[in-house]
């Protein structure tokens, strides 16, 4: 079975920065992977070059074992879901409008039937026929996440799912992308969180100054050498009854 995403050596630049230097991600059917690293270590570009929303200057994105730069629009929205890092919306529309524009090439009626279901998942079901911008950020930040489960494509990217959202709610965006993964999709999501990151994936993906530094289960990937060495951290990931807990605190700056 193909990856339902493979990028292999990618090089993006941004301007004049250099934005990724030859990472490589894969995400597999029914698998849950994390991208995680410090700010500006690349993580969104890597997901919007896997998507075909940023050009490569070298390396290949697929989606499914076909070329992303070969793909139309529509078929590059019937293999991956995105929910962007950006919250904003343009136009006060009922909540499950928005949320139907996750299932847009349905017909109308089943567009609006995948959007209320997806609705229900996140308990927004009473807030349906509510204008999007008469919402709290939190719950704006909801009804677009039932957009990206209305999907129901093969490959679910979420660039920071739990931003705007309160503890409870964050646990919950994170166990319904478990649910996917468990209904043979695949997930990838960014995430600044490094024990949600750990309790929510089975694999993180480790970037740092564009390039792939850690690939593997959370207690590999985010191992004491590269807590210290990628995020300033002396620690460790701890079991609990509960998923693990990092133990850290910042290293010392060290003076050159």
């Not at 849950?32 to 690349?42: D, E, I």
């Amino acid at each position: 079975m193909n990856p339902a995403l493979e990028v292999t050596g990618a090089r993006v630049r941004l301007g004049q920065v250099e934005a990724l230097r030859g990472a490589s991600l894969t995400v597999r059917p029914g698998e849950v992977v994390g991208l995680v690293g410090p700010n500006g270590a690349g993580k969104t570009t890597l997901l919007r070059a896997a998507l075909g929303l940023v050009r490569l200057e070298a390396g290949s994105a697929r989606l499914g074992g076909r070329e992303v730069a070969a793909l139309a629009d529509l078929q590059r929205a019937a293999l991956a879901a995105y929910l962007p890092q950006e919250r904003r919306v343009g136009w006060n529309l009922p909540a499950w409008r928005i949320a139907s524009l996750g299932a847009a090439s349905r017909p109308p009626a089943r567009a609006r039937e995948a959007a209320m279901q997806a609705l229900a998942r996140v308990g927004m079901t009473d807030q349906a026929h509510r204008g999007v911008l008469d919402l709290s950020g939190g719950e704006r930040a909801r009804v677009l996440f039932a957009r990206l489960l209305a999907a129901g494509a093969p490959l679910l990217a979420a660039d920071e799912p739990a931003a705007g959202l309160d503890p409870d709610a964050q646990l919950l965006a994170l166990e319904l992308l478990r649910e996917e993964a468990q209904a043979g999709r695949a997930v990838v999501a960014t995430l600044h969180d490094l024990a949600l990151a750990a309790r929510a994936c089975d694999r993180l993906v480790v970037i740092a100054g564009g390039a792939t530094v850690a690939d593997g289960p959370p207690w590999q990937a985010l191992s004491p050498g590269v807590l210290a060495e990628v995020f300033g951290l002396e620690g460790e990931l701890i079991a609990t009854e509960r998923g693990p807990v990092l133990a850290s605190r910042r290293l010392p700056h060290r003076v050159a």
